[in-house]
T-cell receptor, first 114, second 109 residues
């Protein structure tokens, strides 16, 4: 059974640009959540999608957005990139809503903003 | 008060010893608790989950949960160099999973 797949794995962007990251969950999983990980802040919750609906959103500015498609695949977008957005972005999937379910992480997308 | 706290600094343990990691959480309504291991440059991988008070053992790992005191711990017995990693505590509540900042474990051969 394939795991969570994230693309691209590595990318470098310039300040002011935007970026779209993609996530394909484990087959049969309907919930996708996104996290940002930095050395200083640790793993911070961005948002969760279940059945194409955003269930919860973390404390991030509106430049961070996401969506989920009918096949459960998800994308997140960051607009007007700032240097501080450099981080590892992790997608995780679970069979149902995150609460009460185990989540499984993809390998992550390493974003560097220069 | 942070939702999930892992306060202790890097932990160095000799090979074969027991590594003990602690985590406290603020939301009394939390129901599910997880430990993830993250190697440098890799994504977190699930080690264990625990829902009920008491101990849960899986191989060399034991998770302990005390809801009254709002803490969860992880014991690693017979520590191996391959256990050198950062261990993340995660607590489920408020429709999301909150993570601590992690504890680095270094197993010294």
């Amino acid at each position: 059974k394939a795991g969570v797949t994230q693309t691209p794995r590595y990318l470098i962007k310039t300040r002011g640009q935007q970026v779209t990251l993609s996530c394909s969950p484990i087959s049969g999983h309907r919930s996708v959540s996104w996290y940002q990980q930095t050395p200083g802040q640790g793993l911070q919750f961005l948002f969760e999608y279940f059945s194409e609906t955003q269930r919860n959103k973390g404390n991030f500015p509106g430049r961070f957005s996401g969506r989920q498609f009918s096949n459960s695949r998800s994308e997140m977008n960051v607009s007007t990139l700032e240097l501080g957005d450099s981080a590892l972005y992790l997608c995780a999937s679970s069979p149902g809503p995150t609460s009460g379910n185990t989540i499984y992480f993809g390998e992550g997308s390493w974003l560097t903003v220069v | 008060q942070k939702e999930v706290e892992q306060n202790s600094g890097p932990l160095s343990v000799p090979e074969g010893a027991i590594a003990s990691l602690n985590c406290t959480y603020s939301d009394r309504g939390s129901q599910s608790f997880f430990w993830y291991r993250q190697y440098s440059g890799k994504s977190p991988e699930l080690i264990m989950f625990i829902y009920s008070n008491g101990d849960k053992e899986d191989g060399r790992f034991t998770a302990q949960l005390n809801k009254a005191s709002q803490y969860v711990s992880l014991l690693i017995r017979d520590s191996q160099p391959s256990d050198s990693a950062t261990y993340l505590c995660a607590v489920s509540g408020n429709n999301r999973l909150a993570f601590g900042k992690g504890n680095q474990v270094v197993v010294i051969p």
